[in-house]
């Protein structure tokens, strides 16, 4: 038997993943098949829109390496487009998965405007099942185990998110033969293997087949857009405290080398070690404390104002690292704010009133990072330099949808001469190396 056949419990078996690599096999040893259940789509596509020459492409890519594997396009490049045209052009029963379930609903609403039959939805809430039907990654593994043979092809929105065990775990029992990942910004070697999942991404849906870089775009696709980092100073009290706890918490990982021992992974090894061992465990609060007195800081409190003041008659999304700054922020600005903890109601209200302008700006703590359809924002304000580079490119990309020739502009408020400044410089870097590398790839 080839594989991935294996022997167990006395009988050749395979991961349910590899059913579509297996078809040639099975039909050259003219073995029966009675593992589909999918159905013909008989719905014709009303989205009347041209896809871009690139959205062509892209699409012709996956085509080519036999309808498997990734697409990488900027966040407001038509991925949603691209992909209810590989759902037409395979006429065939089709599940859709995304992160969230604001996600979901929006996939359901585009899908539902994009195919004249009735559309799937299987989450927590609802389960209904169709031809065409959208889940998340939290569902998946139940839809997979109880109908997973009913779905010829199977797309991953945000597909950077797969890596991550549970959700791998999903993909890899689903026998879809025909799979197309999606993302705006795909995840490197490193952060495949940082996801602790026991799958890479070309293994559990195929290789990454097309990239589209932001810069190549902007101008016809998109915003013309610039980037603005801006430099706050601490207050004397604040340098103080930050001086302080950053020794305290720097003097424990430089004595223990955790840094030149564990590579990427010393925080890890810090927070492991801060379990069991009282001077670890006050170092990582020293840490927590670093961090939130950047995130607070009253130097970009100002900024924010100001930046506010500049842009009137702007939507303006700001962006914070925790809850607690976008909280008080919030008080102080008397702006909205989503979080983790805001409803799905009140999500709605909140979303609904800036995208009718009732509010001028919204405040966030990394929620929005993804799923934000809202085209008249042409700002973006991101508070700390401590996200990576997926973050800033999802921050910029929620600004970069085009509405005539306005230009979008993310600026990146950091704090002088603290761990910001560095970070900042680093995640810079990061976003142009995996941009080049992701065009390498491709």
Request: hydrophobic share 40%.
């Amino acid at each position: 038997m080839p594989a991935p056949f294996a022997w167990i419990n006395g009988r050749w078996r395979c991961p349910a993943y590899a059913y579509g690599v297996l078809l040639p096999w099975l039909a050259q040893q003219e073995i029966t098949n009675q593992v589909r259940r999918w159905q013909p789509l008989h719905a014709s596509l009303q989205d009347t829109r041209e896809l871009h020459d690139y959205q062509h492409a892209a699409l012709a890519a996956w085509n080519k390496a036999e309808r498997r594997g990734s697409v990488v396009l900027p966040t407001g490049a038509g991925k949603t487009l691209l992909a209810i045209h590989a759902i037409a052009q395979v006429k065939r029963s089709a599940v859709v998965v995304c992160p969230t379930v604001d996600l979901l609903h929006q996939w359901y609403s585009r899908l539902r405007s994009a195919f004249d039959t009735d559309i799937g939805v299987y989450y927590g809430g609802e389960k209904l099942l169709h031809p065409l039907t959208v889940t998340t990654y939290h569902s998946l593994g139940d839809l997979m185990a109880d109908y997973g043979s009913q779905y010829k092809l199977i797309i991953f929105d945000e597909v950077h998110h797969l890596p991550a065990k549970a959700w791998g775990e999903a993909a890899f029992m689903a026998p879809a033969p025909l799979r197309l990942g999606l993302t705006a910004t795909y995840p490197s070697e490193e952060e495949q293997r940082e996801a602790r999942g026991r799958w890479h991404l070309d293994e559990l849906i195929g290789p990454l087949v097309f990239v589209q870089r932001i810069e190549d775009l902007v101008g016809e696709q998109l915003a013309r857009y610039r980037t603005q980092r801006l430099r706050v100073t601490l207050t004397p009290q604040e340098r103080q405290d930050y001086e302080r706890e950053y020794t305290r918490y720097m003097g424990f990982v430089q004595a223990r080398q955790l840094p030149k021992r564990f590579g990427p992974a010393w925080l890890n090894e810090l927070t492991r070690l801060s379990a069991t061992e009282r001077e670890a465990r006050a170092a990582l609060l020293a840490r927590q404390r670093v961090l939130r007195l950047l995130a607070g800081c009253q130097g970009k409190f100002q900024v924010v104002e100001t930046l506010l003041h500049e842009h009137q008659g702007d939507l303006c999304l700001i962006f914070t690292e925790n809850n607690t700054v976008a909280y008080a922020l919030a008080r102080r600005l008397l702006i909205p704010v989503i979080s983790h903890e805001t409803g799905a109601a009140e999500r709605k209200d909140i979303l609904d009133g800036f995208a009718q302008r009732h509010y001028q700006a919204l405040i966030t703590s990394r929620v929005l990072n993804e799923g934000v359809d809202v085209p008249e924002a042409k700002v973006a304000i991101v508070l700390g330099g401590t996200a990576g580079a997926r973050e800033y490119i999802q921050r910029l990309g929620r600004v970069l949808r085009k509405v005539e020739n306005r230009q979008a502009v993310l600026y990146e408020v950091v704090a002088r001469d603290t761990v910001e400044e560095g970070r900042s410089q680093r995640r810079r870097r990061a976003v142009k190396e995996q941009q080049e590398a992701n065009h390498a790839d491709s």
